[in-house]
């Protein structure tokens, strides 16, 4: 079994947790994640702390609160796979967010240090940037729910559709050295929600001089650590697969390194 592989309960803890991923548990400093699975009327109370949040509505609606600031009633999809934008939460250090499930509701909990810096705020579909990345089988749909250009500490998040038979984080690229302005070091994790349901993704986790070199059979509702190297992904003919990426390090910027056997693989510029 690897380790890098979290799995998720098999029914949900008192507080609706299904899947809790810390920076101690990791073996590392800046990626916290969790997911919950809450009954309609269940209700949710974190205090933050001195992390920062990114709360998304992975399926489902909800009352949301920060301590300044309620949203009643938000969330639109009711599977990730309906492929609409979700809904976020972004939550400062030093604040906490309350949660009351309107229907059935499966959330996701991004973590990484927060300075305080940033008001919480709503992220709606409208502010989550869409685009298609790739081509051919390497075709894929991304959701920019917290890139870089948007505020926050540290936090990054995005979420990934891949069609079965395709590829995604290809070429394979890494982000685990603090070299700018070539490279920045982001601790990384994938969590995964497949259709069919009992499908699976395929995850390789592998670095230069192959002391990690890990390829994963990936199921519905699990999530993979990257605590460096390369890791492309791929989905099997007859199965969707989807991921939540969260990432953070030193610095809030997003600088890969491809694999210098598969940069060819790279679009060439235009007019190259």
Same mark, same amino acid.
């Given at each position: 079994?690897?380790?890098?592989?979290?799995?998720?309960?098999?029914?949900?803890?008192?507080?609706?947790?299904?899947?809790?991923?810390?920076?101690?548990?990791?073996?590392?400093?800046?990626?916290?994640?969790?997911?919950?699975?809450?009954?309609?009327?269940?209700?949710?109370?974190?205090?933050?702390?001195?992390?920062?949040?990114?709360?998304?509505?992975?399926?489902?609606?909800?009352?949301?609160?920060?301590?300044?600031?309620?949203?009643?009633?938000?969330?639109?999809?009711?599977?990730?796979?309906?492929?609409?934008?979700?809904?976020?939460?972004?939550?400062?250090?030093?604040?906490?967010?309350?949660?009351? %499930? +309107?229907?059935?509701? #499966?959330?996701?909990?991004?973590? $990484?240090?927060?300075? !305080?810096?940033?008001?919480?705020? =709503?992220?709606?579909?409208?502010?989550?940037?869409?685009?298609?990345?790739?081509?051919?089988?390497?075709?894929?749909?991304?959701?920019?729910?917290?890139?870089?250009?948007?505020?926050?500490?540290?936090?990054?998040?995005?979420?990934?559709?891949?069609?079965?038979?395709?590829?995604?984080?290809?070429?394979?690229?890494?982000?685990?050295?603090?070299?700018?302005?070539?490279?920045?070091?982001?601790?990384?994790?994938?969590?995964?929600?497949?259709?069919?349901?009992?499908?699976?993704?395929?995850?390789?986790?592998?670095?230069?001089?192959?002391?990690?070199?890990?390829?994963?059979?990936?199921?519905?509702?699990? %999530? +993979?650590?990257?605590? #460096?190297?390369?890791?492309?992904? $791929?989905?099997?003919? !007859?199965?969707?697969?989807?991921? =939540?990426?969260?990432?953070?390090?030193?610095?809030?910027?997003?600088?890969?390194?491809?694999?210098?056997?598969?940069?060819?693989?790279?679009?060439?510029?235009?007019?190259?």
């Amino acid at each position: 079994m690897s380790e890098l592989i979290v799995r998720p309960n098999r029914t949900p803890d008192a507080d609706g947790s299904v899947l809790r991923i810390t920076p101690e548990t990791a073996g590392w400093t800046y990626v916290g994640f969790e997911v919950y699975q809450l009954e309609e009327g269940a209700r949710l109370s974190v205090p933050t702390g001195e992390r920062e949040a990114c709360v998304v509505l992975l399926a489902g609606r909800a009352d949301v609160a920060t301590a300044e600031q309620a949203w009643t009633n938000i969330g639109k999809r009711m599977n990730v796979f309906e492929k609409i934008p979700p809904y976020a939460v972004y939550v400062p250090s030093g604040d906490r967010f309350e949660v009351a %499930a +309107v229907t059935g509701l #499966r959330l996701a909990v991004c973590w $990484a240090p927060g300075k !305080g810096t940033h008001p919480a705020r =709503l992220i709606g579909p409208e502010q989550v940037g869409v685009e298609v990345r790739g081509q051919g089988s390497t075709e894929r749909l991304i959701h920019n729910i917290l890139p870089e250009s948007e505020a926050a500490d540290g936090l990054l998040v995005v979420e990934v559709f891949t069609p079965g038979g395709h590829w995604s984080s290809y070429p394979p690229h890494k982000h685990d050295r603090n070299h700018l302005p070539e490279e920045s070091l982001l601790e990384e994790t994938y969590y995964y929600e497949v259709q069919p349901e009992q499908g699976f993704a395929v995850q390789r986790v592998y670095t230069d001089d192959r002391s990690l070199d890990e390829t994963l059979a990936v199921k519905h509702g699990e %999530a +993979v650590l990257v605590p #460096r190297g390369y890791h492309p992904v $791929a989905a099997p003919p !007859g199965y969707d697969a989807y991921y =939540l990426n969260v990432m953070a390090g030193p610095v809030r910027t997003w600088k890969f390194h491809n694999d210098p056997d598969h940069a060819w693989l790279m679009p060439k510029p235009a007019g190259k």
